[in-house]
């Protein structure tokens, strides 16, 4: 299954790939239309480019020097002509959707091997594991965030805060900005969200994982009852089903781990056991790799601790900020 849908993936990468470059062939020849010396530029530094690598199989170093002073002189004189146009010289380059792989979906490396870019491995994420859990982030972003719908009055006994909804969310997305711009700071903390439902934590953690995956971050969302179900039900088929999707290691090494509705899963001492070792294995940052998890619940601080065993409370406490959300509920306010 996880061949097949790679397979599938590089299909559509190489389609996409094929279309940027027609793209390009389409805008090369309208602009050769309009600056016909253009192309007649392009043309002669194919040309000395194939006649380098000619001199330079042949072991002929003379006449190179000359070759690259007249080949920098046709790169300048393009550059003026474009520039007097006030065209971009990036009009020239295929414009592809991610310009690390090229729509390959692979980095090629020095030494030729080649690894898996952050975009093709997001997406297999996304499809195997994500699935609609991370599917509003167009929506939910930090562009799209808007303070104005939480309130601005401050209201001790109804809050049980000093601060208005609104003065708290926005000290909240300063923290949530600050944690992806840290992200690669080992000693910067996980985050963990409590808060009823409705109060803008799910939007939180989808700006988050927005503003990573740009940063080419992988991320991983699930729920903890399934997070939790998934890797147990992994565990016990992984001899059954060689072929099965390598669901587990997805979630110890991804670089965001984000765990939504902790607390609604049914608890059971296997269940405890393998929450304790994701966390406390994504807080080693094994091989090197700095991975970070974002844990949201509707449980407070009491309750979470007075759920989960000592040994979880303990990583909470120790390496996780809490920010408590709170308000009114804005699945009613929101359009």
């Known amino acids: 299954m996880a061949n097949e849908l790679l397979s599938t993936l590089l299909l559509e ?24 010396r253009l192309e007649e530029i392009d043309n ?42 006030k065209i971009s ?40 594991c994500n699935k609609s859990n991370i599917s509003n982030l167009d929506k939910e972003n930090f562009n799209t965030f808007d303070a104005n719908i939480f309130s601005d009055s401050i209201n001790p006994q109804k809050y049980n805060a000093n601060i208005s909804p609104r003065q708290n969310i926005l000290d909240i997305k300063k923290k949530c900005i600050e944690f992806v711009e840290n992200f690669d700071n080992p000693n910067y903390k996980n985050l963990l969200f409590t808060g009823n439902t409705g109060l803008g934590k799910t939007f939180m953690t989808n700006c988050i994982a927005n503003e990573l995956i740009k940063n080419r971050k992988n991320v991983l969302y699930q729920t903890a009852p399934v997070l939790l179900e998934t890797v147990i039900d992994n565990k016990i088929n992984k001899y059954k089903n060689s072929s099965q999707d390598n669901f587990y290691k997805n979630v110890l090494e991804t670089d965001l781990l984000i765990i939504d509705d902790l607390g609604t899963e049914c608890l059971n001492s296997m269940k405890l056991s393998e929450l304790f070792t994701i966390l406390n294995t994504r807080l080693l940052n094994l091989n090197n790799k700095i991975t970070k998890t974002i844990i949201s619940t509707n449980l407070n601080s009491d309750n979470i601790f007075k759920y989960y065993e000592e040994r979880i409370g303990s990583r909470l406490a120790g390496f996780y900020d809490m920010y408590y959300f709170f308000g009114d509920d804005l699945r009613f306010k929101r359009k």
């Open 13 to 36: 990468y190489e389609q996409k790939k094929r279309k940027a470059e027609l793209t390009l062939e389409k805008k090369k020849e309208e602009l050769y239309k309009q600056l016909p």
């Open 44 to 85: 002669e530094l194919n040309s000395y480019a194939i006649k380098m690598a000619k001199n330079i199989l042949n072991g002929n170093n003379v006449s190179l020097k000359d070759m690259n002073e007249t080949i920098s002189m046709l790169k300048k004189e393009k550059e003026d002509i474009l520039s007097q146009q």
């Open 89 to 128: 010289k990036d009009i020239l380059q295929p414009q592809y959707e991610c310009n690390l792989c090229k729509d390959t979906g692979y980095i090629q490396k020095e030494n030729t091997s080649s690894t898996m870019c952050s975009c093709l491995s997001q997406k297999l994420l996304n499809i195997s």
